[in-house]
């Protein structure tokens, strides 16, 4: 295997293990961290890349997004939920000041405008 290929297969790696951290904890995300994953293995082991978007939880949701661009709706819920339970665990347990509460809201609503902007 190339250096290049070796590379990638690490990433993909790394970000699969992301995502499996993101399927248990609440605050962080999954289906990111699997879509960069796929694309690692795309780049470096076909087989790899088969296995991800054939996994019985997961790859449904990589080949709409592969395919379409497509979120489900499901999905979209869960995700903002989880920006929500995100922003209110920051919000109470650091105290930000307002500005800083301002700018983290503001992103997470950006996230979140995307994530219901994209189709189903």
């Known amino acids: 295997m190339s250096p290049r290929r070796l590379v990638f297969a ?3 790696c790394l970000f699969v293990a992301l995502g499996v951290v993101g399927a ?13 994953a796929a694309g690692c293995f795309a780049r470096s082991s076909p087989r790899l890349e088969a296995w991800l978007l054939d996994h019985p939880r997961f790859g449904p949701t990589l080949r709409a997004w592969r395919e379409r661009g497509a979120i489900p709706r499901r999905v ?6 989880g920006m929500a339970g995100g922003y209110a665990m ?4 650091v105290q930000p000041s307002l500005v800083l509460g301002l700018i983290v809201a503001a992103i997470m609503l950006g996230a979140a405008g995307y994530v219901l902007t994209r189709p189903d």
């Not at 248990?24 to 960069?36: A, E, G, S, Y």
């Not at 979209?76 to 939920?81: G, L, M, P, V």
């Open 90 to 93: 920051f919000f109470f347990s």
């Open 10 to 12: 690490a990433l993909g």
């Open 76 to 81: 979209k819920a869960i995700a903002c939920i």
């Open 24 to 36: 248990v904890l609440p605050v962080m995300p999954t289906t990111p961290f699997l879509i960069v």
